[in-house]
């Protein structure tokens, strides 16, 4: 009898010893699958958004986000799909840890030609996070028309305190003053001043230079963009200088702005966003120590 009870209870130490195990899995591998390296990396949980540009899918960002969790800076936490009405579904788990989240963000309708979608889709991704997993703050990572949304964004509710503020932002190949092709080239190449003015504004521009007063100060910007060094001065869809236009716009509040130039057939426009040097950057920027 006594033998009997001694295997019961070992038998129940052995199951309760594997739960324990089990939850410690779940809490240290599963929510954060990451090996954090804290000497190299700061960690939060303030969330990164990927935004793709005109016709972008999953592809536009699945590159990217896999060096960061290759490199152990950050993890994919959810995929948003936003609908064209704002309804935003989130797929996949975070526990709010400090894993320096990652948002896959997809909208449905993704060549929508009406500006003010692209921004307010943005809102609904960052109240959603705001009102289940109180956020304060978030980044973006976006490319092509993905950064006109961004800038947008910028305008439209920058100046609401009622939103988590956008904290760092990454523009890759932006679209600020004209696209190469679209309403005369020579407004998307129009010579920059020392402060990043162009000498020709497109209208788009002129209204966002509201923000050179507007613009959050607490604000840190990493404008990437792609030169193929074949004559063209651009990554084969944007004029670089439409992309060093954000300068004029930012730098007067900014917190900080950088510009880093990628040059060859790897710095084409679709290319960046494969390019394991801009990878490298952007990790450097949003999470390095």
């Known amino acids: 009898m006594i033998k009997h009870k001694s295997i019961i209870w070992g038998a129940l130490a052995a199951i309760l010893i594997l739960l324990l195990s089990l939850m410690f899995y779940y809490h240290n591998v599963k929510s954060a699958n990451l090996q954090k390296n804290d000497t190299k990396y700061v960690y939060s949980n303030t969330p990164t958004l990927y935004i793709h540009g005109f016709g972008g899918g ?4 699945n590159h990217m986000i896999a060096a960061v969790e290759k490199s152990n ?36 309708n ?3 030609h009406n500006e003010a ?44 305190t009622k939103l988590p503020k956008l904290q760092k932002y990454v523009s890759m190949a932006g679209i600020y003053n004209g696209l190469r ?13 020392k402060t990043g003015k162009p000498e020709t504004m497109s209208p788009e521009f002129k209204k966002l230079t509201k923000l050179r007063t507007d613009l959050p100060t607490n604000l840190a910007i990493l404008n990437i ?17 439409s992309s060093k236009a954000l ?3 930012v730098s007067p509040r900014a917190k900080s702005y950088q510009e880093l130039e990628f040059k060859g057939k790897k710095a084409q426009h679709s290319q960046l966003h494969e390019n394991a040097a801009v990878d490298r950057a952007i990790i450097k920027f949003l999470f390095s120590k």
């Open 110 to 112: 993704n060549r929508s």
């Open 73 to 108: 800076a950050g993890k994919k936490v959810f995929t948003a799909t936003v609908q064209a009405d704002g309804q935003v579904t989130l797929q996949g788990k975070w526990d709010n840890q400090q894993v320096n989240p990652l948002v896959q963000v997809l909208f449905k």
């Open 247 to 249: 300068k004029y716009l």
């Open 225 to 241: 963009y792609g030169n193929l060094e074949d004559g063209s001065h651009s990554d084969g869809r944007v004029q670089n200088n």
């Open 181 to 193: 092709g679209f309403g005369g080239n020579n407004i998307s190449n129009s010579p920059l001043s």
């Open 117 to 160: 979608d692209g921004p307010r889709w943005i809102k609904s991704v960052v109240i959603l996070l705001q009102k289940k997993y109180h956020i304060k703050a978030f980044n973006i990572v976006a490319h092509s028309r993905g950064t006109v949304n961004t800038i947008d964004y910028l305008y439209d509710y920058g100046q609401d």
């Open 58 to 61: 999953p592809g536009s960002s």
